[in-house]
Structures are given as structure tokens and as C-alpha cells.
């Protein structure tokens, strides 16, 4: 878990080693690296449980996983699937909750701006993929593809 090791007694777990994995993956500031993800993952994950604020919950998931994919693909110059799948299938099923919107069940069933489909969904599409792209420049320091 990243933000709590609550009674693991492990050394890997917790924000110590959330900073550390980031900076080995080549994030050039961890501790903020480190932090926004954590928030993003919890923050946009608690919402999405509940249905609530849902484009902007999978927008923030969305921007975390298409950095994620990024961070792995940028591990080994060779394009590299097989280690890919699972950011790639949750890259599209965050990108189809985001556009799909809430379930009958959820706390955003009856807004109106969770009908979809809805421009606004689109728009949260492209802050997310701006907000990845923002983040890799920033904090991992330039184009992914290099």
C-alpha cells in the first residue's frame, strides 16, 4: 500500500518505498511524485467506489495509469507488451467509465451532468491525457519516446 505499512513489517511498503520506486523508475522529484500519486489513487479510486464526481475520479486514475504505462515502457527501449497488459486494459477501462459515466447504483445516478454521453466527458478525457503528459514533462523530465 502506498501511503500506510500498517502491521506488514515490511521495508517495501509505505510512502519510503512509493518515493523509491519512483525514483528508480527515473521520476525526477519523488517526494511530489510520490505524493500526487497517492492522492490520485485514493482520492480518484474512494470516488469512483462510491459513484461520485465520476469523470473526474476516472480522469485522475485515467492520468495516473497512462503515466504508469509510460513509466514501464520507458524501463527498456524495446517497445514491451506482454509487461504492459494490465495498465493497457485498465487504460481502457478507466477511458469507458469515464465516457460510459455511473452505474444505476452510484451516488451520481441522478445528476444530470452524469448523463452520458456528455461533453464534459470528453473534456475530463483531455485534461487527464494533459494532465499525464504535464506530469511526465515536469516531474520524469521530458518525452517518453526518446
Known sequence: MKLLSWGSGRPDTGMDATKAGMASMGWH????????VTVGELGGGALLILGLATPLAAGSILA????AWLSKQNLRPEFQYKTLELETLLIG??????????GRISADTRRGWATR???????????AAA????????????NPFH
Open 29 to 36: 522529484h519523488p517526494d511530489l511524485s510520490a505524493i500526487l
Open 64 to 67: 495516473i495509469i497512462v503515466d
Open 93 to 102: 477501462l478507466t477511458t469507458a467509465v469515464l465516457l460510459l459515466g455511473p
Open 117 to 127: 454521453p456528455y461533453l464534459g466527458s470528453f473534456v475530463v478525457l483531455l485534461l
Open 131 to 142: 494532465a499525464a503528459a504535464g506530469a511526465w514533462v515536469w516531474l520524469h523530465g521530458g
